[in-house]
């Protein structure tokens, strides 16, 4: 190999090449991968959306669409940041101004000498036309590329995060369906027969909550804040918090499914944790705003999470504690079990979806603590300047995943009981249960039918005129003949309240 040989192959090995440059085979590769991976993503997102749809669990659907406009949102930002980039690598600003408010110390160098570093590097056209009028870039096209990098990081981190506040408050609740189904035994039903009498003091709801620890408001509050630690939902609450609800709502229907219930509710509720409102964008703005090298802004708010998580499930604890309070006040002798009264004056300026917005602000608040601790770690290694204080780092990083345990194993399952306490209750979800009940019960009938008829029947019926001028489709005599002789509504739809019947 000659000399110009070897001198034109060491400039070629590791210099920048552009598309026009770059192998056929190589580009062609890289486009596949993605367009492949992107398919998968979007036909993955498809299924679930029509098993959600399948399976009528319209509460759910909503959310994968909230979450879908999330991603849309994040890709339209990452895509303006990769249009763009160019033009806003041109907008120059003084060098002084560029100097302060950073979120690293450094050591800036001259404009002598960043300009003699940078004579023979052609990528910094658009640094050498601001540096021509004595400034720099509002931003340079490396910012902007890493920048478009947080927001790839924060949407995966979303998706995450929301994952798990649904999966650890599923699970918090599957021993919920056991308690649920021993409302139906005979042993329940003598234990809380409504002619029993008991003193207030000596139930099992009242002995739970009622101590020398609750003479004052602040010893409440601090029994209330360690308990949520320690079995924030005892049996006995979600007897008793069930029994007040189906009085005040479902009339006296003890068959009606309160599980279930809550846990539509809590699907319910998922819609909006999903969200990212403009309010949470405001604040990534202000925070990336105050992120300056020794304010230690991240820090301090690792804190705030933390505390409204804590703040909140004492006071849904508080809740249940006062309700407690109340019955041994009003009534000294009890009959069958202890009745709570639902009422929005439990809860803050008489709204409980209240504490919903404030949890879904705090879990997007720690969303993003976890996913710029993430994306600077990603971009810049953990030993940058972000990362100048490991102390720092680590309890930044345990308070997180901390907050995301207790807020979707312990506070997010109390509320979606607690809140069950207030004036009013999500009527659209006992119709749409109500709506799929009969919607099953009517398919059992029809292959019911199907399978019994037979010729002769067929004859029977049409000389039978009688019922088919009474207005009645054959399903709809079917359960009117289960109505006469079965006395009373089917099984399937003994959970369901109807509660025109009991307004009237």
Not at 22 to 33: D, G, Y
Not at 39 to 55: A, M, V
Not at 113 to 137: A, E, I, M, W
Not at 287 to 292: A, E, G, K, P, T
Request: charged share 20%; hydrophobic share 40%; net charge neutral.
């Amino acid at each position: 190999m000659t000399e110009k040989e070897e001198s034109a192959h060491s400039m070629e090995v590791g210099a920048v090449r552009s598309l026009q440059e770059t192998p056929t085979w190589a580009l062609a590769t890289v486009c596949f991968f993605f367009i492949a991976v992107s398919i998968f993503l979007e036909r993955l997102i498809n299924l679930l959306s029509t098993r959600l749809k399948n399976n009528r669990k319209k509460s759910l659907l909503e959310a994968v669409e909230n979450l879908k406009s999330v991603l849309m949102v994040l890709g339209f930002m990452s895509l303006m940041l990769n249009v763009t980039e160019g033009e806003v690598s041109k907008i120059c600003i003084p060098i002084k101004y560029a100097n302060r408010m950073l979120p690293c110390r450094k050591t800036i160098k001259s404009h002598d000498d960043v300009s003699k570093d940078d004579d023979d590097d052609r990528d910094n056209s658009f640094f050498h036309q601001c540096s021509s009028k004595g400034k720099t870039s509002l931003i340079s096209q490396e910012g902007l590329t890493q920048l478009s990098f947080f927001f790839c990081v924060l949407a995966c981190m979303h998706i995450l995060c929301n994952l798990a506040i649904l999966l650890l408050g599923m699970a918090k609740m599957r021993k919920w369906k056991s308690w649920e189904k021993e409302t139906q035994t005979v042993e329940y039903l003598a234990a809380n027969d409504p002619n029993r009498f008991r003193i207030t003091r000596n139930t099992t709801f009242a002995r739970r909550h009622l101590s020398s620890w609750t003479e004052t408001s602040i010893q409440l509050w601090i029994k209330c804040f360690f308990r949520q630690f320690f079995n924030s939902v005892a049996k006995v609450d979600y007897l008793t918090l069930r029994h007040g609800f189906i009085f005040a709502h479902v009339s006296s229907n003890n068959a009606f499914n309160f599980q279930n219930y809550i846990q539509r509710s809590l699907h319910e509720d998922f819609k909006t944790v999903v969200g990212i409102s403009p309010l949470m964008w405001l604040t990534v703005v202000i925070f990336m705003l105050l992120d300056v090298y020794g304010w230690r802004v991240y820090f301090y708010m690792s804190f705030v999470p933390l505390i409204i998580v804590l703040v909140i499930g004492t006071k849904l604890e508080m809740i249940v504690a006062k309700m407690a309070v109340t019955i041994k006040e009003n009534n000294s002798v009890i009959r069958g079990t202890p009745l709570v009264e639902p009422n929005d004056t439990h809860f803050w300026f008489s709204n409980p979806r209240f504490l919903l917005s404030i949890l879904h602000y705090t879990l997007f608040l720690n969303t993003f603590e976890m996913a710029f601790f993430l994306w600077v770690t990603w971009q810049f290694g953990i030993n940058s300047c972000y990362h100048d204080n490991r102390g720092i780092i680590i309890t930044r990083l345990v308070l997180a995943v901390t907050v995301q345990f207790l807020s979707s194993y312990i506070t997010l399952p109390l509320y979606a009981i607690v809140t069950q306490m207030g004036s009013s209750y999500k009527r659209a979800i006992l119709e749409e249960q109500l709506a799929n009940v009969l919607r099953q019960w009517q398919g059992i009938v029809r292959d019911r039918r199907k399978k019994e008829q037979t010729p002769e029947t067929d004859n029977n019926d049409n000389n039978n005129d009688g019922d088919i001028d009474s207005g009645e489709s054959p399903v709809q005599s079917e359960v009117a003949y289960d109505f006469r002789f079965s006395g009373g509504q089917p099984p399937i739809l003994q959970e369901i309240p109807i509660q025109e019947q009991t307004e009237r």
